[in-house]
């Protein structure tokens, strides 16, 4: 840990207190499990990882393409991070986790890249950032399952874990969605969403 301490002239003509700025410490260990580099996100999922340091954490700041956002509860236990660390001098290591839900279907179709900063009691920091990539149906929330309609939709296998489910309706407009295996979540994830191109069947010729 290194702090670097500015004096002021106010200071040399007696006014109160120098300021200090923290810098990035390499000792803090900061890991952003999810979004994970490359990854593709739709719909509400998690934002998480997790973080340890010499001394006690006392913030976790997420950044989206570079702006800061908002903070991330800090605190859950991690016992597998505890196994690692906790012996080797980081003490907080057993509720080391940072989780919440999150809507990536809010940001834009495209490219992005989310960062974690990670802060300690004295203000030094680490961070790490993961590229990533969102698809998404053109509404960022869907509250009525209704609205969505797989009664005219058909599988297409594309390899042994993907597929895609065409003809899919959504708010009356058709798309096609490939689905793949996630080993991590053991469970599907839409990987492409995108306005169908097949001959879908008009609604009222059903």
Same mark, same amino acid.
């Given at each position: ?9 106010? %200071?040399?003509?007696g006014a109160p ?12 260990? %900061?890991?952003?499990?999810e979004p994970s ?21 006392? @913030? ?17 236990? #991690? ?6 660390? /906790? ?20 940001? =834009? ?7 974690? @900063?990670?802060?300690?009691? =004295?203000? /030094?920091? =680490?961070?790490?950032? #993961? ?15 209704? @609205?969505?309609?797989?009664? @005219?939709s058909f599988p297409?296998? %594309? ?22 295996? /996630? ?24």
């Amino acid at each position: 840990m290194k702090i670097v301490c500015v004096v002021s002239i106010g %200071v040399l003509l007696g006014a109160p207190a120098a300021w200090c700025v923290a810098e990035q410490n390499s000792a803090i260990i %900061v890991n952003l499990e999810e979004p994970s580099a490359g990854d593709v996100k739709t719909g509400v999922s998690n934002l998480r990882g997790w973080a340890v340091s010499p001394e006690r954490i006392v @913030r976790v700041e997420f950044s989206l393409d570079g702006v800061s956002v908002f903070d991330v509860p800090f605190g859950g236990q #991690r016992p597998d991070v505890c196994r690692v660390y /906790d012996p080797v001098g980081y003490p907080g290591a057993c509720e080391s986790g940072f989780s919440m839900a999150y809507n990536y279907g809010n940001l =834009n179709e495209g490219a992005h890249e989310a960062a974690v @900063r990670v802060f300690d009691v =004295n203000g /030094d920091w =680490n961070s790490a950032t #993961r590229a990533f990539s969102v698809t998404r149906f053109p509404n960022p929330f869907i509250p009525d399952a209704g @609205r969505i309609d797989l009664a @005219r939709s058909f599988p297409a296998l %594309v390899s042994a874990n993907q597929f895609i489910l065409g003809c899919v309706s959504v708010d009356g407009a058709y798309y096609d969605v490939q689905l793949t295996w /996630d080993t991590k979540k053991q469970d599907w994830k839409s990987e492409i969403i995108a306005n169908s191109d097949l001959d879908c069947p008009p609604p009222e010729a059903v």
